[in-house]
């Protein structure tokens, strides 16, 4: 284990070492959910079922093929809990340790630990950090499970054992952004408990939000004035996207008799604030997707496109990549030579390392999105929403991927795995390779993807 | 008029010139066309169809509410005639005026016209060269109208009056990259005729690469070695998109009944390549766009998108736009801290407006898809087709524009001037507020937008 990390701490090939652990987690997990045992019925899933539920679950994104509730047993389902656990915890620490590396080999200060900048990173300094991260991660889930089980127990009737083992599987699953849920309908029957949807939404938030962040937000919470830049961006773009969202689907769905229409203007506030935290990149549902204006699902879309924050559970292309981008706009049209945030000078490798990311990013949904085009017979409102449900993790559906045929799951398989490590290792990769750097002015470092 | 281009050349505000000058243009054409002579039928247009036809035709855009042919008069064709052409050497001259402007700031060489780098550009020199970009534009307008002419009389037996009508009405439209077409099909009915398909994609493409690249071509066609970057990848951009989008409406479309299925080999291959020019940005159309498959259409828009060449009759975002995100994203891949395209180092400047560009382009198109999304029941397959056409200035249309709802209709108007002036407004604005520039190393400036 020492070796291990000690290899790690040398390792400068991130693409190798993130998917080789999730390539070999989604193979142990789709040879447990193939076994007869994992079935309600006692029929072994097919292979693609249980590919597509494996890769679901280790990359957090909660696309599925089959109901969860109905389909797994017991032991499918606590599978599928321990895959979401190793998948969030894995891209937690990975991204950490990642982050770690590219902030050493930068010459910054490394904020997530108290090492010197001169100090050289060993194993047992990655060593201590994943502790830390798992740990934390371990501590919400429990507080949250606690929440959610007392809710069950107290407000719903369910038996204490019932209650701890639903109310544990929706932590895991919530703090972890995989939006896997034990009812056929998602979370639609709690549209209106604000105990559960709360509860939730802030296990996504606080999950999604990334390890650096919350860790810097721990320990200077109320000196906004020395928080990083990472933190700054992450946070002002956070609560955009948030009340903008919410702002958007309470316009847009405020009649509609399917969603919001029937209920009373706190649930209209609840559901719609639910709605707009689910694509940073949970994926659980309040309100039926299906029977959202195609407006709705526009801006769903573009929501789960940019997902969360980095260096955490979130996917998409991460709330710090559009806040860089709407920098360098910004700048640009001030017509000023220099991208400045916050008396910090943004440097050019941020900046293209954030361009890069977007333009690969897009290039992959446009390129998923044709193809799956040309295989299924389904519009592009259901085909893009999909697609971009997947790259971003984000598990929302509108039933594409349930009717999709064998070859356009096969892809949307793909498409979950590439859009769970692909940001992440282009950013990692792209941050390490950087070489030829300047040293001009003032500068600070953000992770990008 | 001395005095005017005396002040253009002072001129450092080009957002308010090209505003005045295409919104002046817009009106007078408005009110021709609310004429009752404009019409066939003598009961004049209504303001909103005038107004959407002549901000369509001065935008050389090409989107239709009403018929072209059946619901004008000769009168109100000529209008729209007259209004493409104002509009189409509007943009090509003051594009040119701008790259000019541009230029002479950034102290490079100027490469459109004779004069020295250090000698100051005064209102003659802009006379010259507006004077060679209108000479260029008839010359090419009256081969294309005679090669047409000849073929519509040769071949199609129309009497010389009208044949030559005919072909001068579409050498303008097709040169001018407006899409306007006398026939309700469009040029569907000359599917097979590679006399007049060619032809018009010939214009197209010429129209569209832009006066600095067409005259470089002229000056020194036979040295590529000593092309511009501008020509460079403005060349090679056109080429791939040309040919891959000619590859993917083939494989797309070979089979479809109701596109190139009934055709033989040639046809496809003829009608797949005329498909492929269109979308940058004529929006003529030889299938029947409506029976396309989806996935066609999404290639569609992504070419839309794009558009054509700089300082051209094309819209969009531009090739040369695209070929520098495809360089900064391949430099990132190689880690390569600076951004090198045969032996030249792109300026920050010019990445970071291509970005800029891109960037604002999207989300108008979002903002605007969304909106239309709203205010029309139709779905996110049409509704975004007709969004980046209005954008690109193509005019290719699903049907919604015609079947809109007057607000629809007038966000829609917005679009196309936005769309058409957007882009080449951003570009001068941004190259010329563009301030404390270093100089390390010998760089090339490349138009964006
Ligand atoms: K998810
Ligand atoms: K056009």
């Known amino acids: 284990m020492k070796l291990f990390w000690a290899m790690v701490a040398r390792f400068n090939q991130p693409a190798q070492v993130i998917t080789t652990v999730f390539g070999v987690t989604i193979i142990l997990g789709t040879v447990l959910l193939s076994s007869p045992l994992a079935t309600a019925s006692?029929?072994?899933?097919?292979?693609?079922?249980?590919?597509?539920?494996?890769?679901?679950?280790?990359?957090?994104?909660?696309?599925?093929?089959?109901?969860t509730a109905t389909h797994w047993s017991a032991f499918g389902e606590v599978v599928i809990a321990v895959l979401i656990q190793v998948g969030g915890l894995g891209i937690m620490t990975l991204a950490t340790v990642f982050t770690l590396l590219v902030s050493r080999r930068l010459g910054l200060r490394a904020r997530l630990s108290a090492q010197a900048e001169t100090r050289v990173l060993n194993g047992s300094d990655l060593r201590r950090v994943v502790g830390k991260v798992v740990l934390f991660n371990l501590?919400?889930?429990a507080v949250v499970g606690t929440v959610l089980t007392l809710r069950f127990v107290l407000g719903y009737g369910e038996p204490v054992g019932r209650g701890l083992y639903l109310g544990l599987f929706h932590a895991v699953s919530s703090f972890n952004n995989a939006g896997f849920a034990l009812w056929p309908d998602s979370l639609m029957r709690f549209a209106a408990d604000p105990w559960?949807?709360?509860?939730?939404?802030?296990?996504?938030?606080?999950?999604?939000?990334?390890?650096?962040?919350?860790?810097?937000?721990?320990?200077?919470?109320?000196?906004?004035?020395?928080?990083?830049?990472?933190?700054?961006?992450t946070l002002t773009v956070t609560a955009v996207l948030l009340a903008g969202g919410t702002l958007v689907f309470l316009v847009t769905e405020w009649t509609n008799p399917r969603t919001l229409g029937p209920m009373d203007e706190h649930g209209k506030l609840l559901a719609a604030f639910f709605t707009a935290v689910m694509p940073r990149s949970a994926g659980f549902n309040s309100l039926d997707?299906?029977?959202?204006?195609p407006s709705s699902w526009l801006v769903t879309e573009l929501l789960m496109f940019v997902g969360g924050g980095s260096a955490g559970t979130a996917g998409g292309i991460k709330v710090t990549t559009l806040g860089l981008l709407t920098f360098i706009v910004w700048a640009e049209l001030r017509g000023e030579s220099r991208v400045n945030i916050g008396h910090r000078r943004l440097t050019e490798a941020?900046?293209?390392?954030?361009?890069s990311l977007t333009v690969l990013s897009v290039a992959l949904v446009a390129l998923f999105?044709?193809?799956?085009?040309?295989?299924?017979?389904?519009?592009?409102d259901h085909v893009l929403f999909e697609v971009v449900s997947a790259f971003g993790t984000t598990g929302l559906s509108v039933g594409v991927a349930s009717a999709a045929s064998p070859a356009a799951q096969v892809l949307l398989t793909l498409l979950m795995f590439v859009g769970r490590i692909g940001p992440l290792t282009l950013g990692s990769a792209l941050a390490l390779k950087e070489r030829g750097r300047r040293y001009e002015l003032p500068e600070e470092e953000v992770i990008v993807g």
């Open 350 to 355: 941020a900046q293209r390392q954030a361009v």
């Open 42 to 67: 006692g029929v072994p899933a097919d292979w693609l079922t249980a590919l597509f539920t494996a890769t679901s679950a280790v990359c957090v994104n909660g696309l599925t093929v089959v109901d």
């Open 369 to 380: 999105t044709y193809v799956l085009l040309v295989l299924s017979p389904q519009s592009l």
């Open 196 to 233: 559960v949807c709360l509860t939730v939404a802030a296990a996504v938030i606080v999950g999604g939000l990334g390890y650096p962040v919350v860790f810097e937000l721990r320990r200077s919470w109320r000196r906004p004035s020395r928080w990083s830049l990472l933190t700054r961006i």
């Open 139 to 141: 501590t919400c889930e």
């Open 289 to 293: 997707i299906t029977q959202m204006h």
